[in-house]
T-cell receptor, first 113, second 115 residues
Framework: DAKTTQPPSMDCAEGRAANLPCNHSTISGNEYVYWYRQIHSQGPQYIIHGLKNNETNEMASLIITEDRKSSTLILPHATLRDTAVYYCIVRAPNSNSGYALNFGKGTSLLVTP | GAVVSQHPSRVICKSGTSVKIECRSLDFQATTMFWYRQFPKQSLMLMATSNEGSKATYEQGVEKDKFLINHASLTLSTLTVTSAHPEDSSFYIC???????????FGSGTQLSVL
């Protein structure tokens, strides 16, 4: 699976948009970009995933650059409950690791009042 | 949506005892489940892949005789930490994929503290 690079930490004011970047310059054509988050002392929570088109759901938007070498997760109106570690993961379906995800260090997002 | 239930959420035990952690898929069948371990301020590390009806596959460096995995049904996988020691204290998390879309759903985790 392709390696990802994320900033270790970010701050965001409550009510503002949180834009979390992820670099995946070695991504292959069949690899998806997944985003999960982990609130302290809980299991990770799925947020969104995409291949090459931008995606949006009730939680967030995912913007993938045209060359697919980077992406941005957007939380449009961050709340205090969005404080968590956000993981960007790149993997191909049915890879050798099956469905397992390999977690990097992620970005620790702090939403402040 | 799909839910993965994990129990217990927290356990404290004496050194040398064994601890069993259960992971259940509540509204879907999971032929495969994954067990992760997370030390404080570190990321999740995959320990093993649990396969229903067959032996688990362990990641390099994970002792199969210490971390016993049983996946006896399509909705239940158990991880038993045998003869636990303080260095086994960690946050253990299970997960299961929905075969239809490959999203991974995670349990709420088990905080193990070995005294």
């Amino acid at each position: 699976d392709a390696k990802t690079t994320q900033p270790p930490s970010m701050d965001c004011a409550e009510g503002r948009a949180a834009n979390l970047p992820c670099n995946h310059s070695t991504i292959s054509g069949n690899e998806y970009v997944y985003w999960y988050r982990q609130i302290h002392s809980q299991g990770p929570q799925y947020i969104i995933h995409g291949l090459k088109n931008n995606e949006t759901n009730e939680m967030a938007s995912l913007i993938i650059t045209e060359d697919r070498k980077s992406s941005t997760l957007i939380l449009p109106h961050a709340t205090l409950r969005d404080t968590a570690v956000y993981y960007c993961i790149v993997r191909a379906p049915n890879s050798n690791s099956g469905y397992a995800l390999n977690f990097g260090k992620g970005t620790s997002l702090l939403v402040t009042p | 949506g799909a839910v993965v239930s994990q129990h217990p959420s927290r356990v404290i035990c004496k050194s040398g005892t064994s601890v069993k952690i259960e992971c259940r898929s509540l509204d879907f069948q999971a032929t495969t489940m994954f067990w992760y371990r997370q030390f404080p301020k570190q990321s999740l590390m995959l320990m093993a892949t649990s396969n229903e009806g067959s032996k688990a596959t362990y990641e390099q460096g994970v002792e199969k005789d210490k971390f016993l995995i049983n996946h006896a049904s399509l909705t239940l996988s158990t991880l038993t930490v045998t003869s636990a020691h303080p260095e086994d204290s960690s946050f253990y998390i299970c997960s299961a994929p929905l075969r239809s879309n490959e999203k991974l759903f995670f349990g709420s985790g088990t905080q193990l503290s070995v005294l």
